[in-house]
């Protein structure tokens, strides 16, 4: 398998999914990162990395869709078959998530289909939920609408603010993204309609996820 992360800014989690590939955690191979901000963080840690990056201005194509097919083309070029989107600040038309059907994925610092969007931590700390956690799910047309493979819990408390929250929540994250890769390249997960399923995975233990190995 060969993996694509899309990311715009500070690229933590791409360095989760990069690291566990590199440190053959994974049985994968990275294939590309690709940017759509020349100068996010995320591009000095794929160089520390020493792994390939591109970036791509959408600003310099007629529209979005021009943009995802001229994304879509690198991306099969590089022979890319998993795509991680990880802090992509753009959704991806139809036709992007067409090119790769149930193999784009996200993730998103809620639990989803709570707290969608923009802002999630913010809209937790506000609704006063005490959990909130971390999903990644499948991409479809939607904006966090797509079938969810993996979900943790993190407690909220009365004092968080967003800023503490997202504080808390990130180091789920770089623990959940890449077993969800992994998971993926050990031809573990398959999907039923709506329902995502991960071979061998016990449900009925809680967190919802086996227990997450140490990425
Ligand atoms: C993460 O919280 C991710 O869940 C959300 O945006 C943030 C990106 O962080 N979609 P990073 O760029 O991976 O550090």
């Excluded at 007629?62 to 995802?68: G, L, N, Q």
């Excluded at 099969?76 to 992509?88: M, P, S």
Aim: proline residues 7%; aromatic residues 8%; contains cysteine.
């Amino acid at each position: 398998m060969r993996v694509a992360v899309l990311a715009s800014g500070r690229g933590s989690n791409f360095e989760a999914i990069a690291r566990a590939i590199l440190e053959g955690k994974i049985n994968a191979e990275f294939a590309l990162l690709v940017v759509n901000r020349r100068t996010a963080e995320v591009v000095q840690r794929a160089e520390k990395l020493g792994v390939n990056w591109i970036y791509v201005d959408p600003f310099s194509f007629p529209s979005r869709e021009d943009y995802d097919r001229r994304l879509v083309e690198i991306l099969k070029r590089v022979g890319a078959d998993l795509i991680c989107l990880a802090g992509y600040n753009l959704l991806v038309s139809g036709l992007f998530v067409d090119a790769f059907p149930d193999r784009v994925l996200n993730i998103h610092p809620s639990l989803l289909p709570s707290f969608p969007g923009l802002k999630p931590h913010w809209q937790a700390v506000t609704y006063g939920v005490k959990i909130s956690g971390v999903t990644v799910h499948l991409v479809d047309k939607g904006v966090d609408t797509g079938p969810v493979v993996a979900q943790c819990a993190v407690p909220v408390s009365p004092e968080d603010t967003p800023e503490s929250l997202a504080d808390k929540v990130l180091p789920w994250e770089h623990r959940l993204y890449p077993q969800v890769v992994k998971w993926f390249a050990d031809g573990r997960v398959k999907r039923v309609g709506r329902k995502v399923v991960v071979e061998g995975a016990d449900y009925n233990s809680l967190p919802a996820v086996p227990a997450l190995e140490d990425f």
